[in-house]
């Protein structure tokens, strides 16, 4: 709506009648309580009510009756749809009881989405147009894996992943002498005698020691 504030009477009985009403006062329209006060009177002219309203002052001078639908033809054009635009077809004349329902323009903001009414319900989406789902593949158990200690006569065998795995004999995942795998013994050489501990000095525990010898403060 353009220039001065347009008092328009919106009949109670029109489909989305709030819609309607945010339209005319959101395009600088005004909303008026009654119908005797205004020009412009919105109704559906398929009911009743409409139709008396349209009997009551298409005769009066200064009184459009006007399908309440005419509101989204405005929003969509811009401007007002006046007689100089027929109303953009939408002047009730008292014959729309007799004819089928018009259908109500779309507008830009109020326009709703239309899908393919071939598709089943909650099919947002042609069938085409849906994820492709990816074939499943057979799973094969997990290969057991070798002992990461190994010793004579182990070789590397890669996999297509090229992760190592050790094959052969191996020693138990604890040796019986603590340093054992660090070999410290010359190739040949006993290593028993770096684990002799014969002659080992054990240091006595402090409750072992003989407090009398000590000296005394005084």
């Not at 347009?6 to 329209?29: M, N, Q, S, W």
């Not at 006046?82 to 329902?101: H, I, L, M, S």
């Not at 147009?129 to 590397?156: D, F």
């Not at 094959?167 to 138990?172: D, T």
């Amino acid at each position: 709506m353009m220039g001065a504030p347009l008092p328009i009477y919106v009949e109670e009985d029109v489909p989305g009648r709030d819609e309607i009403v945010k339209l005319i006062e959101k395009h600088g329209g005004m909303v008026a309580t009654v119908h005797s006060t205004v020009p412009y009177i919105l109704v559906d002219p398929t009911k009743e009510s409409g139709q008396n309203l349209f009997r009551q002052y298409s005769a009066k001078r200064g009184k459009v009756i006007l399908n309440a639908q005419w509101v989204h033809a405005c929003v969509a054009a811009g401007q007002l749809q006046t007689f100089q635009f027929n109303y953009a077809g939408y002047k009730v004349n008292g014959t729309e009881r007799d004819q089928p329902a018009l259908h109500d323009p779309e507008s830009p903001r109020t326009a709703t989405r239309h899908t393919d009414p071939g598709l089943p319900p909650g099919s947002a989406f042609p069938a085409s147009t849906q994820y492709q789902q990816w074939p499943e593949y057979a799973h094969y158990p997990a290969q057991p894996q070798q002992p990461y200690w190994a010793t004579t006569n182990q070789h590397w065998q890669y996999s297509a992943l090229t992760v190592p795995v050790i094959e052969g004999p191996a020693y138990p995942p604890y040796p019986s002498h603590p340093g054992d795998e660090q070999n410290w013994a010359a190739p040949g050489e006993d290593i028993e005698q770096y684990y002799n501990h014969v002659d080992f000095q054990q240091p006595p525990y402090p409750s072992q020691v003989n407090t009398d010898s000590l000296p005394r403060r005084r």
